[in-house]
């Protein structure tokens, strides 16, 4: 077991055993995922970036758009965040937003999509248009799947169509102690909503930024307990509505975690930033208070200010005192962002575990619709 912050596992093999009793349920594995952070962070430290780095660094009057779906969407915040933290002009859209743009400020644009597997149809679609349309040195790939996989249909397309694109893909090969199978897959077999995978696209941004070293040691403390709660004597389970709060530097985290309860069928949450928080959301709350609850996301920038939001929510007379959770870091650094994201999955599995549902295998309907290719749908000049 890898470094993890301060949390009894246990628990986790026990709620498994008792679902068995009751309905058929594959065991919940982001329990076991988050015990292999710390492997992720050290791989994800250990490569080379540099070709990405140059890429951000270069024709610092184009800004970048980053770009991605799901979790690729969450690591193109925080790109872009890492981005205007830097002096550098980063924005981070979903592949239907990039193709709202028109094709005048496209070419005045460099673009980097974002993708665990490079298989996603809309990511796929909007690259293709794209190069059609912008020249392909100022296009670039991250994957989490080996640019020489010949299923990571992205960077296929683009070192063979387009070799002036800069591609880099991290396959997660790590060393292994079984003599029949050298190295491990670090990124397979990950949740429904990626888990590793989001921690490793982080890191790897970070990266792209920053020089540091020994990042686990300071992103991990095991004295640290993930998140704060103060249920105000309501139960876990019984909160359906979760209002996600969070400063600059918790965007990425907040998103994080808006996606793993949605995807996952955990809860329905509204995410915001803290103060816009306070425009108008506070009758929502009154409406629905026995039923709705707060997570901060928090740094050494913005705690002070979550500090007073909820000692004005408790105060106020007319309401009940509100649950909340409270995600912290003592960071003041975009550092901060990445131990958000992996606390907030000890979160995710608590309320799993409390309501019963295996992260790893929601009951998602088969639609159709993550394989549609929406491009023909649309009608663009």
């Known amino acids: 077991m890898g470094k993890t912050y301060k949390y009894d596992f246990d628990k986790v093999e026990s709620a498994f055993k008792e679902w ?18 710390e492997r992720v962070i050290d791989y994800s430290e250990q490569q080379n970036v540099d070709a990405l780095r140059t890429f951000i660094f270069s024709d610092i009057d184009k800004p ?13 915040l925080y790109a872009a965040s890492l981005c205007n933290l830097n002096g550098r002009i980063g924005i981070a859209k979903t592949p239907m937003l990039v193709n709202q743009m028109s094709v005048d400020l496209m070419r005045k644009c460099k673009f980097v999509v974002i993708s665990a597997k490079g298989q996603t149809v809309d990511l796929l679609s909007t ?3 794209l190069l059609s349309i912008i020249h392909p040195e100022n296009f670039a790939a991250l994957t989490l799947q080996g640019v020489e996989d010949r299923k990571n249909k992205l960077c296929r397309m ?5 070799p002036q694109a800069t591609v880099l893909g991290f396959d997660g090969k790590v060393e292994s102690n079984d003599p029949k199978k050298p190295y491990n897959a670090l990124f397979s077999h990950d949740e429904f909503v990626g888990t590793k995978k989001h921690v490793a696209f982080s890191v790897l941004l970070y990266r792209c930024f920053y020089d540091d070293t020994n990042l686990a040691d300071r992103l991990i403390n095991e004295n640290d307990l993930p998140y704060i709660a103060d249920f105000q004597d309501r139960k876990l389970e019984d909160i359906k509505f979760w209002n996600l709060l969070h400063g600059g530097l918790g965007e990425a985290a907040a998103n994080d975690l808006e996606v793993r309860l949605s995807e996952g ?16 959301r506070h009758a929502f709350v009154k409406e629905h208070q026995h039923d709705t609850a707060i997570i901060t996301f ?6 002070r200010l979550a500090d007073e939001i909820i000692r004005r929510y408790h105060s106020n007379s007319e309401m009940e005192k509100i649950p ?3 995600i912290k870091s003592k960071l003041s650094t975009p550092l901060a ?6 606390k907030s999955m000890y979160f995710a599995l608590d309320l799993a575990i409390a309501l019963g549902i295996n992260l790893s295998k929601p009951e998602a309907p088969k639609l159709g619709v993550w394989e549609m290719d929406y491009l023909p749908f649309m009608d663009y000049d």
């Open 20 to 37: 068995k009793k009751v309905k058929k349920v594959s065991k919940p594995s982001l329990g076991t995922r988050i015990q292999d952070f």
């Open 158 to 162: 683009l070192t063979e169509e387009y």
């Open 298 to 303: 928090e740094t050494a920038q913005d705690s």
């Open 265 to 280: 069928s955990l809860a329905f949450p509204m995410m915001t930033d803290f103060k816009n928080f306070t425009h108008g």
């Open 127 to 129: 690259s293709q248009r």
């Open 324 to 326: 909340t959770i409270r």
């Open 337 to 342: 962002t990445i131990e958000l994201i992996i």
């Open 64 to 76: 970048i758009i980053f770009f991605g779906a799901g979790g690729g969407y969450n690591a193109a």
